[in-house]
């Protein structure tokens, strides 16, 4: 499985690690990829946030480039994402920068899995900053186990199904139900959680507070 980390226009980390065998720049993330000294395999997006140098210099340093319409059905993180995974079907993607930035594009990152070209492979993305990991799961049983470093754990359907939520410090039942569009600051109980959720898919956010 190859492992793809995929930069976006939000906070970048502090550190990265070099676990992974092919690095992606979104639109002006890829500038930033370049400060750091750190290889930009594939540079993807409309470019509308850099000036013709800054372009010049992306078009060079990139192992390949991908030059989007301005006008276009996608935001420059998805585009990336779809020529990933047009590249590597099996592709695990790392996601950084997917927060801290414009709050529609976030929004955009947190429901990824409404394109239809993109749910498919819901389950191969993580989006990743200091203190959070987001996953996507479809709809259905699911064992979840804690991230390493984090300490709470968050639940939201994307749509309107009922979840149940067994093995956490708070658990969610037909006995013990109630009502909410995200189930926020649960803990792990020493053992996985198991959830399910009947329709749509869900996003599985753990965190930890800010050191």
């Known amino acids: 499985m190859i ?15 070099d676990d992974f065998d092919y690095q992606v720049g979104a639109d002006r993330a890829c500038l930033t990829l370049l400060e750091k000294g750190l290889p930009l395999d594939l540079a993807v997006g409309d470019f509308d946030s850099v000036t013709a140098d800054e372009l010049a210099r992306i078009r060079q340093s990139a192992g390949e480039l991908i030059l989007a319409e301005y006008e ?30 414009r709050l529609d594009h976030m929004l955009a ?10 749910a498919p492979f819901m389950r191969q993305i993580c989006l990743r900053d200091a203190c959070n990991t ?22 939201m359907a994307d749509s309107n199904a009922d979840l149940t939520i067994r093995g956490a410090k708070y658990e969610l039942t037909p006995n013990r139900f109630f009502k909410k569009k995200i189930y926020t600051s649960n803990e792990f109980a020493g053992k996985p959680i198991t959830v399910q959720c009947d329709s749509g898919y869900l996003l599985v956010i753990q965190s930890k507070d800010r050191s």
């Open 3 to 17: 492992k793809v980390a995929l930069f976006a226009g939000g906070d970048f980390p502090r550190s990265i690690n």
């Open 72 to 101: 276009k059905n996608d935001t420059d993180t998805e585009l990336a994402l779809k020529e990933i995974f047009a590249r590597f079907p099996q592709a695990h993607v790392t996601l950084f920068g997917a927060f801290g930035g």
């Open 134 to 155: 987001v996953h996507f799961l479809p709809s259905g049983r699911h064992r979840i186990v804690q991230d390493e470093g984090m300490a709470y754990i968050s639940l």
């Open 109 to 118: 990152n947190l429901f990824l899995p409404t394109d239809p070209d993109l």
